[in-house]
């Protein structure tokens, strides 16, 4: 088990099952050249994904993704490399100060973990700047542990799917009813935990956009609360 999340939330496991049927029935490929990232995942290539990902879009990340990886291979020698260096690669990103949080992150993995990326829920938390859903996809997407994710994206999809109240609307990827749903589906999803963690996450991105939902081509419609009877959110 990962984290402390509450898993009663029926609708997460039927998702699961949704998912995997469809999955295997009608064929879903989570691997595109758009997103290098998920070749050739290790909890640190991982991990430096998602933090390059955060308020920047994947067209962008792409652009600069192999680059980075490639000057900087892993943690102890991120953590020895000098901010100018690490922006003369993001610079088309923006956000200068993503390169001091790369920096700090790299430098306690490299003090504290041996210079590797913890495959565990608690020792990943322990590190400033990485929060519960950097730790989940980590421990999905690269050590295949049955963590979930909660996006901005996700959480909208278990809002309309599930019709259930939550209580923070102003920052619904904190809920913990929503944490607890995507606990329930990625628990209970038969296949392994990247493939059910990205197939959440595309869903969200491509099918449940957040002005006009695809309802027509998403294969959760027929259980879908929102698509039954559609409401704002
Ligand atoms: S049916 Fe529509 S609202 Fe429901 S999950 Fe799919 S895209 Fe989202």
Redesign the pocket.
Known sequence: MVGPFNSSCPQGIQVAQLAWTYIHQVGYDPFSLEFPWRFERTPYTVLVSEILLKKTTASQVRSVFLDFIKKFPEPCILARSSEEELWHILRPLGLRRRIFELIRIASVLCEKFKGSVPCDWKALLSIPGIGPYIAGAVLSFACELRAPIVDTGIAR?WV??TAIPIRKRSSPHKDPVLWGCSFAYISAFPGPPSLGNYFLLD??RE???AKR???S?????RT????RN?VST
């Not at 081509?217 to 419609?221: F, I, N, Y």
């Not at 879908?224 to 698509?227: Q, V």
Request: charged share 10%; net charge positive.
């Open positions: 999809f309309r799917y869903l969200s099918k449940c956009v939902p695809f309802c081509l998403c294969p959760l419609a879908c609360s929102w698509a559609p």
